[in-house]
């Protein structure tokens, strides 16, 4: 666990993520970081929870429909 300090950035507040969480996060400068809901507080992701659902029930229809697929790809 680590401890962040809330500082002011211009007008707004923010953190400084240290460099050995930005590489675990696998994040640079630009990207984008979620901020998710969970039952213990809030979870940082850089993955956006909306495409993995869609992702799931992509891989769900392509489960399904393999055959379909394999004849459009020809």
Do not use: C, F, W
């Not at 809330?6 to 970081?33: T, W």
């Not at 998710?36 to 399904?64: F, S």
């Amino acid at each position: 666990m680590t401890a962040l300090k809330v500082m002011q950035i211009g007008n707004s507040l923010g953190v400084i993520l240290p460099k050995e969480l930005l590489a675990r996060l696998k994040l640079d400068k630009g990207d984008l970081l979620h901020v998710t809901d969970t039952p213990d507080g809030v979870a940082l992701t850089p993955y956006d929870p909306t495409v993995d659902a869609q992702m799931t029930a992509a891989r769900a229809i392509m489960r399904k429909r393999r055959s379909v697929l394999r004849e459009l790809a020809k």
